[in-house]
């Protein structure tokens, strides 16, 4: 891949002084500066963490091009910053030097990334056939009262967001749920109700 | 041949050993003694071939021989060649790949290497749906361990062959698990599935020639070196060979992953004591669907009958898919069922072609409508129709396997569904579809056309 | 080559060529289609263009089917008609259907397909139909309803394959799938107008054009674009003597299928205040030139002519505006004839700006090189400034001199008489001390030499305003005043006697087809050509 990002990746140890805007914004070589920042100041100006700069130059180092950089770009984001924040999608089209509609069309299209804030606790309960067969509606309709909030919808704190989720391929173990990268399989109302108590608790 | 006891563990040797992910494991266990094996004493095109002789057929769900699809790479072009692993497993009632990946990541590595070898690729890619996060962690450590014990990387076991492997994570879409909606996701694009010519064989990932194949496809290829593919048609029937990877999901005592020779009754998935050990107490079978949701649905009495193999269930009007086998109760209401099934469609449309975008989302109003009370007499009539126009009609078959249930849980279970419906003379303001005005259209025949 | 029967009709077409097209060819009309274009890729997502192919079991859709030999297609079956009846319904299910109050109507796909293969009674019963985003304007031009879209991707694909811009998307998907705007963009390139155009439905609408004219009553008339030296073809819409809009006429050689926003919206300029609908005259004694009639415009010059006496000198300047016969009559007539001296075409370096690489030339003329191909050069204003003099007759040919230089309008004051052949009342006209009014090109028939060397032809579309008279006419006039009449009275004349005179355009006996004919390209009209663009996008 041609694209090389910034010079200036801090190396290990330099923590958060990676942070500083104008370091990582540096974009594809041969771009012209003032192009960038007039995409950095459309935007609002973000930085990877140290770590996440080297994850991103392996990708752009390992992948064939720079539109096939873009989803795993996309999924270092969401690891950083939890969803798309707004100027975010702006940042990376900029970053990767690719038309800022390719990024919005794979936002729009996929059911993981996101750009409203999916809480901290996003509950994604599979309702698909099997765990469908299984009492999955009872967990659904449980939630919802629980929680207050219908799928599709965070809960007035920010903590707690519920999604219908399609097959998540856990058919032998329904109903199951996805919360973050786990899955919470076999799922009981007690046990759902217990999971909750827990991570109002914090944790 | 259908006898289990007999079977050979094929794709299942290190389920359940402990620490079976890691790499001291599998090669404990004989891992990495085909890729050896093959790289120091078989020419690419020869393991092409064992692969081809053993009948080994695509575990996707389509079910191509999977030699025959790697003949079709055309060789020399001066292009690079892809492998693409198909790990974005979301056919409802399927979760096998997941329990490969889980259990043993080394044996699908090693699989693609000597799938890569046979068609002369040097780049791979592991597609794994988003939602198996902690898969796409396992399998890149794994991936990370064979790199460091040189199976992978620009010279492999000394043998001069060299192969990338990138793992990559999915974002959320059931159609990315069709081949060219794959290609074009990895591509960075939308996951929409390409229109057809050209194939991915020849004009695929980048343009350049690229293979697809399922995580259970390439999981099958070391013991298929190892052993010959004598060896493997010895098991399962002539036409489905092997061994098959069975999600067993509903309301049985014994959910999950079983490994059976292909051609193994149905009826001993449910019932047999190594399998399912048959329906959960109070409960009646009622209804199989046998291969992942998107093939038609069999009665208990057809599940009864047939056997797991690509022929017997075709016989029955079915398919063997992914091997999401879902069984169901008689507790279920099977227009709930299919009301169910056809969300996950209309939801999981890509959108591109007009009779699925629309389709699915018409089929999946109407059924919620009739679960609502809010049925028209008409109803089922107007699916057929709608139907009708789903089928063979569309860049891929997501529209199709929307019509695949629609039509056989309609077909066999008719009467749950009528019984959700007004009669014609129930209501007041009811015209039948069949009573339409008759307007002229301007449609012309010319003498010439037939 | 590839023998195909296609509804019973045997033809011959080249071995894996677009079986859309051979279906075109046998049918002498297209398939029903929405996403098909025949210069953007194959989307094959409308599934309209579905047909029967003997030996496949399924429909097949036209557009992704490389033709083979023996192929047998049937396009009017039972099968065929049932499919596209049916993708039509699909079509509607969550379309508004408001074409009274929908601008597309009239000229919209969606409506024409569903007048010839319609179902007409309606199972589709969803009730409540997905809202998406309606009159949403997404550029200066081009206004968006999202509900109308057939989701065909023309103009995605459009935008991100020809102008490479990419201000569009889908986005969502399966029935959420809406076409928009990218967050934070509009759609203001200069060819957006493309989008309008090849729109099949009404979900992008011409802001400029949308309510201001049922389409059923516009007329069509072939044209030439005048806005730069690429020429490209074109249509004007016209009622009543209105100019409503220009649209682009297919021409594979010079601007494909599309035009600039530039060029489509010069149709404003054609009326206007400033037209002039009368001759403008000075008097003697001086003072401002002053609206007049024809009588007393000639008075003016035959005064003039009069008494300057036989010394008089007639200079002359031509114009990359005027048409190629007006070029060649002020060449053959006021010079060879009356012996007058041809100065040039146009000022050095005026009406140049940057090509955009796409249609839009650096000259911003549509004749330069007629003109060039006629031997006449370029001048500058001490050309002018060298021949003004008290005895001298200027006469100007549709060439805003003043207006594009203040040297040159000094100059002008230098002589004993100024002529301007104009159409509108700008600065030149405000310095000459007779003004005679003439036509724009879309009121004229005539002939363009674009940038290729392509010879074009422009034919009237609008009535003259007032008082105004064909250039030609008015050249005429001039000759007779000078005491030479031509032997030539109508613009075929001229275009015979061009033909016949000037080798460089001998190539036009055979009269000019549709699409204009290619002349062997003088090497910096090939240099003009290629910067221009002319035949790319």
Request: hydrophobic share 35%; aromatic share 8%.
């Given at each position: 891949m041609s694209e090389q990002g910034t010079t200036e990746a801090a190396g290990p140890g330099k923590g958060q002084a990676a942070g500083r805007a104008t370091a990582s914004i540096a974009g594809p070589a041969g771009a012209d500066a003032a192009g960038q920042t007039a995409r950095q100041t459309a935007g609002q100006p973000y930085a990877f963490t140290a770590e996440n700069e080297a994850k991103f130059q392996r990708i752009i180092q390992r992948y064939p091009d720079k539109f096939t950089a873009l989803m795993p770009t996309l999924w270092l984001c969401h690891d950083q910053w939890g969803w798309m924040r707004p100027g975010l999608p702006e940042w990376v089209a900029g970053r990767l030097d690719v038309p800022l509609v390719r990024v919005y069309e794979l936002l729009t299209f996929y059911t993981m990334f996101y750009l409203e804030n999916p809480g901290r606790y996003n509950l994604q309960v599979c309702r698909n056939v099997s765990c469908h067969l299984m009492g999955a509606r009872r967990i659904i309709d449980h939630l919802r009262a629980r929680l207050g909030v219908e799928p599709g919808q965070t809960d007035r704190e920010g903590l707690f967001r519920l999604e219908e989720a399609e097959c998540l391929g856990a058919c032998g173990y329904g109903p199951m749920m996805l919360v973050g990268k786990d899955y919470y399989e076999n799922l009981t109302i007690e046990r759902v109700d217990r999971l909750i108590e827990q991570w109002r608790r914090g944790g | 041949m259908a006898d289990s006891a007999r079977c050979p563990k094929i794709l299942t040797a290190n389920f359940g050993v402990t620490d079976s992910h890691t790499l001291a494991v599998y090669r404990s266990r004989g891992g990495f003694t085909a890729l050896a094996r093959a790289l120091s004493s078989m020419k690419p095109q020869q393991v092409l071939e064992e692969v081809k002789a053993s009948g080994l057929r695509g575990r996707g769900g389509a079910g191509f021989p999977a030699g025959v699809k790697w003949g079709f790479v055309p060789q020399g072009t001066g292009?690079?060649?892809?492998?693409?692993?198909?790990?974005?497993?979301?056919?409802?009632?399927?979760?096998?790949?997941?329990?490969?990946?889980?259990?043993?990541?080394?044996?699908?590595?090693?699989g693609t290497i000597l799938s890569c070898y046979a068609v002369n690729c040097h780049d791979a890619f592991v597609y794994i749906r988003g939602e198996y996060g902690w898969l796409v962690d396992r399998v890149q450590v794994a991936a990370d361990e064979a790199y460091a014990a040189a199976l992978l990387g620009p010279n492999i076991l000394g043998s001069g062959f060299g192969l990338e492997l990138i793992v990559h994570k999915g974002a959320g879409a059931y159609i990315c698990g069709e081949e060219t909606g794959l290609i074009n996701s990895l591509?960075?694009?939308?996951?929409?599935?390409?229109?057809?010519?050209?194939?991915?064989?020849?004009?695929?990932?980048?343009?350049?020639?690229?293979?697809?194949?399922?995580?259970?496809?390439?999981?099958?290829?070391?013991?298929?070196?190892?052993?010959?593919?004598?060896?493997?048609?010895?098991?399962?029937?002539?036409?489905?060979?092997?061994?098959?990877?069975?999600?067993?999901?509903?309301?049985?005592?014994?959910?999950?992953?079983?490994?059976?020779?292909?051609?193994?009754?149905?009826?001993?998935?449910?019932?047999?004591?190594?399998?399912?050990?048959?329906?959960?107490?109070?409960?009646?079978?009622?209804?199989?669907?046998?291969g992942g949701s998107s093939v038609p649905v069999l009665t208990a009495q057809e599940a009864m009958e047939v056997n797991l193999d690509y022929e017997s269930l075709a016989a029955k009007g079915s398919m063997l898919g992914s091997g999401g086998c879902i069984v169901i109760g008689d507790d279920a209401n099977m227009v709930d069922v299919l009301r169910v099934i056809l969300q996950f469609y209309h939801h999981e449309s890509c959108g591109q072609c007009t009779p699925c975008r629309e389709g699915t989302g018409w089929l999946d109003a109407l059924l919620e409508r009739m679960l609502d009370g809010q049925g028209r007499p008409d109803d089922l009539q107007l699916i057929e129709r709608i139907c009708a126009g789903m089928i063979g009609t569309t860049i891929c078959v997501l529209s199709d396997a929307a019509v695949m249930p629609a039509r056989s849980f309609i077909a066999k279970f008719r009467s749950e569904f009528e019984a959700l419906l007004p009669k014609g003379d129930e209501l007041e303001d009811y015209v039948p579809l069949a009573v339409q005005a008759e307007l002229p259209r301007s449609w012309a025949e010319p003498a010439s056309a037939d | 080559m590839a023998n195909v029967i296609i509804d019973g009709k045997q033809l011959e077409v080249a071995l894996g060529s677009n079986l859309f097209e051979a279906c075109t060819l046998a049918r002498g009309e297209l398939l029903p289609h929405f996403c098909y274009h025949p210069v953007l890729s194959i989307a094959g997502v409308c599934r309209m263009c579905q047909v029967e192919i003997e030996g496949m079991p399924k429909l097949q859709i036209a557009c992704n089917t490389p033709v083979k030999d023996g192929m047998v297609v049937r396009t009017r079956s039972e099968k065929v008609k049932t499919a596209v009846q049916q993708i039509l319904e699909f079509h509607l299910l969550h379309h508004p259907v408001d074409c009274p109050v929908c601008d597309q109507a009239g000229e919209c796909a969606l409506q024409e397909f569903y007048m010839d293969h319609g179902l007409y009674h309606a199972d589709v019963d969803v009730e409540d139909k997905l809202r998406k985003a309606k009159v949403k304007p997404i550029g200066r031009l081009v206004m968006l309803d999202a509900e109308r879209c057939v989701l065909c991707a023309r103009c995605t694909r459009f935008l991100s394959e020809i102008t490479g811009t990419w201000e569009l998307g889908i986005f969502n998907r399966g029935d959420h799938s809406e076409i928009d705007v990218t967050p934070g963009m509009t759609l203001?390139?200069?060819?957006?107008?493309?989008?309008?155009?090849?729109?099949?439905?009404?979900?992008?609408?011409?802001?400029?054009?949308?309510?201001?004219?049922?389409?059923?009553?516009?007329?069509?008339?072939?044209?030439?674009?005048?806005?730069?030296?690429?020429?490209?073809?074109?249509?004007?819409?016209?009622?009543?003597?209105?100019?409503?809009?220009?649209?682009?006429?297919?021409?594979?050689?010079?601007?494909?299928w599309w035009m600039c926003d530039h060029g489509r919206l010069l149709y404003t300029q054609i009326a206007g205040p400033d037209r002039l609908r009368t001759p403008w005259v000075r008097s003697a004694s001086g003072g401002e030139p002053a609206a007049a009639g024809f009588d007393q415009a000639y008075r003016r010059i035959a005064a003039w002519l009069e008494q300057a006496g036989p010394g008089r000198k007639p200079v002359l300047v031509a114009s990359p505006h005027a048409m190629l016969e007006e070029q060649y009559a002020l060449q053959a007539l006021l010079g060879e004839q009356a012996g007058g001296r041809v100065l040039g075409y146009r000022l050095a370096g005026a009406e140049q700006q940057l090509a955009d690489g796409l249609l839009l030339s650096a000259d911003r003329t549509p004749n330069a090189a007629g003109a060039r191909r006629l031997g006449m050069a370029e001048l500058s204003a001490a050309d002018l400034q060298t021949h003004a003099a008290a005895d001298t007759l200027l006469v100007i040919l549709d060439n805003d001199l003043a207006g594009l230089s203040p040297e040159a309008a000094q100059a002008l004051t230098g002589f004993g008489l100024v002529v301007y052949l104009g159409t509108r009342l700008d600065a030149t006209a405000r310095l000459a001390d007779v003004t005679l009014p003439g036509l724009v090109y879309a009121e004229k028939d005539g002939l363009f030499v674009n940038a290729g060397g392509r010879v074009q032809a422009l034919h009237a579309a609008l009535p003259a305003p007032g008082e105004a008279k064909p250039q030609l006419a008015l050249l005429r006039d001039l000759g007779e005043l000078l005491g030479h009449l031509p032997a030539w009275s109508t613009v075929d004349d001229v275009r015979s006697a061009l033909v016949a005179r000037v080798a460089a355009f001998g190539a036009l006996a055979g009269g000019v087809p549709p699409a204009g004919l290619a002349l062997d390209a003088p090497p910096e009209d090939a240099a003009a050509g290629a910067k221009g663009g002319s035949k790319r996008g």
């Open positions: - | 292009k690079p060649v892809y492998f693409l692993v198909n790990a974005d497993e979301s056919e409802p009632g399927t979760f096998k790949d997941r329990h490969i990946m889980d259990f043993d990541p080394h044996l699908m590595i090693e591509e960075g694009k939308k996951g929409q599935p390409r229109i057809k010519p050209p194939f991915p064989a020849v004009v695929g990932f980048l343009n350049c020639p690229t293979v697809v194949n399922n995580v259970e496809t390439v999981a099958a290829v070391p013991w298929i070196i190892n052993h010959g593919a004598p060896a493997y048609r010895a098991i399962g029937t002539e036409k489905s060979t092997g061994t098959k990877l069975m999600s067993l999901s509903g309301p049985v005592c014994r959910p999950g992953n079983y490994e059976i020779p292909l051609g193994l009754p149905l009826r001993e998935l449910i019932f047999g004591p190594e399998y399912g050990r048959g329906l959960l107490p109070g409960i009646e079978l009622k209804a199989v669907i046998p | 203001d390139n200069n060819y957006s107008l493309n989008t309008v155009d090849i729109c099949p439905v009404g979900a992008l609408t011409s802001r400029d054009f949308r309510f201001r004219k049922r389409v059923w009553w516009l007329k069509v008339t072939d044209s030439v674009c005048a806005g730069c030296a690429t020429g490209c073809n074109m249509t004007i819409h016209h009622d009543q003597g209105v100019a409503y809009r220009f649209k682009p006429r297919t021409n594979p050689d010079v601007n494909r």
